[in-house]
Structures are given as structure tokens and as C-alpha cells.
């Protein structure tokens, strides 16, 4: 069962419909809700099939719910404040209890709802009436946000992401005089590197220190919960907590990163069920996504499997954790894990289970880099930029494992080395 590493210092209180929930100041909500042991914390919207959180960085729907009156918030993305009100949505009668999720069992086959009765005279309204409330997702916000009048700016080098690649590129530019703005969509920086642990993000130290130096300088800016929506000619569409806004910058550096890797088995969306990363980045929360863990490693995978398993095994963390070398072939359970059934080494190993943790190859973040112009070429672990020493074209540069540097300090430093000499030549 999910819960906390240790007994919270500072604490606020939120509520999941309706009923109290302590939370750390600041923590995402997801966070929060999971230590809490709400792991299943929405539902799909065809088949209301029970989702939970699965990536911990807004890249999937496990844990869309009602904020504030606000529909489909991604709470992963969201700080927890005293007062905060969270409700489950797309349901009819509780999170717990859906009655939707009949559907799932009518049509073990799937549905096409665009075709259920269609041309049967009386049915067919009744089946579109149906079908709205079955695919929603929850009603509109209580209130009229404010109106936000879009702002432009002009700065120097802009990078787009707070991981490692784009804290090494924005240190190095600093040093040579730029001007530097990061932004990024989560609630602090680092990326990937809050989901190792102390002892494997020492390997980064050095970039996280001087990224760190250059901040405190006054030489790097940095924006979080602040999303770079697309990339238009020269100009940049940023959204952020004051309302959306229009950049040019003298040098656009991408680091958007990748996306955690998806492999295909029989319960891989039960809730339980998520990418190492994500469990990591948890942990680095302090909290634990069960009891009896299994982490699979499939092949090209890591380093965050081996990382949680560390790192835990250091906080001497109230949990059994198991790594295991190869790729998941089953979970079984209905709204939450119960056993993992792991392919490795040519045979099928049978684990007892309350949360699976995968470790596989992740894929290019590439889709504002194909906007800004670069081609791509397809490769096993996704699309994957076709670049020259990082530069799509005039003022835009791709850096990290969004270009297919690996993910590892030297790699990371070598590549930002080589994009900063080049703007800031």
C-alpha cells in the first residue's frame, strides 16, 4: 500500500471529495492523493476503466480531477495549498464506485459509440445522450477566469526545459555573458534528476551546481509551472500562471526531453502500474507507491529503475522492492495490482505485487522540435531529430535526450558545450 516515507514536518490540508487529506506544502497534489492510498484517481473516458498516475510530469490522464472548480487538472502539475478542493469527475456515483464502468463489461470487445443504434428512430437520441455522458470529462469551471491580455518580450537565449541538458546549456551561456531565461512546465526544476536520489545525482552535481551559481549570479532566470505551447517562425507562445504571452529570442535552445517508454501488456493502465521515473520523482516527494514493488527493466532501459531501487534500499524505505531484467506480460487485478507476471531470461516469473514500476527505453520529446523545422527520422525508441551538432536551423538548437544524447552527465555536458559555442559565437 502507498504512503509516506516519513511523518510530514509541514503540513496543509486538501480534500478529495470532501474528505480530508494532509499534504506537504508545495508537493504536487498527485503526490498528496497517492500517499493517501488514492491511487485510482480518475477513469478513462470511453470505458471508465479505473487510472491512476503513471508518469508524474503531465504526459497522461491518470491523474485528471476537478481543482478549485476547474476540470481536467493535471494534479501532478499542481502545488498543494491549504483549502484545496479536489473532486473526481467522469463518474456516476463515486470515484470508488463508478457506474459508467458497466460499459467496459458490456463491450469486452470495444464500442463504437459513433455507430451504437445509429438510423434507429427513438434509440439513436438516447444512445447520443448516452455516449456524451459516457466520453466527458466533467463540467465546465464554476466561474469566468479573468481575461488576460497577451503580453510580448524580447530576450536574449530562451531554454525551453529545467532538466539537465537544459541547466548545463543555460549555465555554460551564462558564463559567456548571455543572458539566459529557462522555462518549464513543472513545479521545480531538474527533471529527471529529482527522480535518481542523492547518491546517483552526484554523477550531475557539477551541472546542477553551476546551473545553481549562475541562478544566484542573477545571470539565469527561471520560470516553472510555465509551458512553451508552440514555436512560430521566430516567436515562442509561452503560457504560464499570469496568462500567455509571446517571446522572441536572439537563441532558442530546446530541451524538451523524452517521454517515459510505454510497453504493451495485458493491465499495463490499472493504477499501480507506472514508469520508474515517475515513481522516483514520488519518492523524491517522499512518498511510496506500495509495499511489495516490482521495478522491470526491459532491454535499453534505465537508470531510474536501479536508481528507486537504491535509493529506497539507503532510506532503509518500508517497502520489498524487486528488480527484475525484462519486460511485464501481465497484471492482474481490476482496479489496482495485485501480481506482475515478468518475462526475463526466456521464462515467465509469477511476483507478488501491489505496484509495477517500468524501466524501458523513453522516446524523443520531438514534437516542438518538429515544429521549429526539425526532420526526423524514426527510430526504435521513437522519432528522433536529424540535426547537425544540435542546430535545426538559424537561432534554434536541440539539445539532451530530445536530440539522442544519452542520459549521462558527460554526454550532457559535451552536447551543451558544443550548442553554447555555437550561439554564443
Excluded at 84 to 113: A, C, K
Excluded at 330 to 342: P, Q
Aim: aromatic share 4%; charged share 20%; net charge positive.
Amino acid at each position: 500500500m502507498a504512503g509516506r516515507c516519513a511523518p510530514l514536518r509541514k503540513q496543509v490540508t486538501i480534500s478529495l471529495d470532501g474528505k480530508a487529506i494532509p499534504a506537504a506544502p508545495g508537493e504536487p497534489v498527485a503526490a498528496a492523493l497517492v500517499a493517501a492510498g488514492k491511487l485510482a484517481m480518475a477513469r478513462s473516458p470511453k470505458f471508465h476503466r479505473p487510472r491512476g498516475p503513471s508518469c508524474m510530469r503531465g504526459a497522461c490522464d491518470g491523474c485528471l480531477a476537478r481543482v478549485n472548480d476547474v476540470p481536467n487538472v493535471m494534479t501532478c502539475m499542481v502545488a498543494a495549498k491549504e483549502g484545496m478542493s479536489i473532486v473526481s469527475q467522469n463518474t456516476l456515483g463515486s470515484r470508488e464506485l463508478d457506474l459508467l464502468r458497466m460499459t467496459d463489461w458490456f463491450f469486452p470487445q470495444g464500442m463504437n459509440h459513433h455507430e451504437l443504434f445509429a438510423g434507429v428512430p427513438g434509440l439513436q437520441n438516447v444512445m447520443h445522450v448516452f455516449a456524451r455522458r459516457v466520453a466527458g470529462l466533467g463540467r465546465l469551471p464554476a466561474k469566468h477566469e479573468r481575461e488576460h491580455r497577451a503580453r510580448r518580450r524580447e530576450l536574449d537565449v530562451v531554454v525551453v526545459g529545467a532538466g539537465p541538458a537544459g541547466m548545463a546549456v543555460a549555465a555554460l551561456a551564462a558564463e559567456r555573458g548571455r543572458a539566459v531565461e529557462v522555462l518549464d512546465d513543472a513545479l521545480q526544476s531538474g527533471g529527471g534528476l529529482r527522480a535518481l536520489g542523492a547518491e546517483d545525482a552526484r554523477a550531475w552535481s557539477a551541472i546542477e551546481g553551476a546551473f545553481l551559481a549562475a541562478i544566484g549570479r542573477g545571470q539565469v532566470a527561471v520560470r516553472n509551472s510555465t509551458t512553451v505551447g508552440g514555436l512560430y517562425g521566430d516567436d515562442l507562445l509561452i503560457v504560464g500562471p499570469d496568462g500567455a504571452e509571446v517571446v522572441t529570442a536572439r537563441a532558442v535552445v530546446l530541451a524538451p526531453g523524452a517521454h517515459d517508454g510505454v510497453l504493451g501488456f495485458e493491465g499495463n493502465d490499472l493504477p499501480g502500474v507506472m514508469s520508474a521515473r515517475a515513481a522516483g520523482l514520488l519518492l523524491a516527494a517522499g512518498v511510496l507507491v506500495g509495499e511489495r514493488i516490482v521495478v522491470a527493466i526491459a532491454e535499453g532501459g534505465g537508470p531510474f529503475g536501479e536508481a528507486y531501487a537504491r535509493t529506497t534500499a539507503a532510506t532503509r524505505a518500508a517497502c520489498d522492492v524487486r528488480l527484475v531484467p525484462g519486460e511485464p506480460v501481465k497484471v492482474s487485478g481490476t482496479s489496482d495490482v495485485r501480481g506482475v507476471v515478468v518475462r526475463s531470461g526466456g521464462r515467465d516469473r509469477k511476483l507478488s505485487a501491489d505496484a509495477l514500476l517500468v524501466d524501458a527505453p523513453r522516446s524523443p520529446a520531438y514534437e516542438l522540435c518538429q515544429q521549429a523545422g526539425a526532420p526526423l527520422r524514426h527510430t526504435p525508441r521513437g522519432f528522433l531529430p536529424v540535426l547537425e551538432d544540435g542546430r535545426v536551423r538559424d537561432r534554434v538548437w536541440i539539445v539532451g535526450e530530445a536530440a539522442g544524447t544519452p542520459f549521462e552527465a558527460a554526454a550532457f555536458q559535451a552536447s551543451a558545450a558544443r550548442v553554447t559555442a555555437q550561439l554564443t559565437s
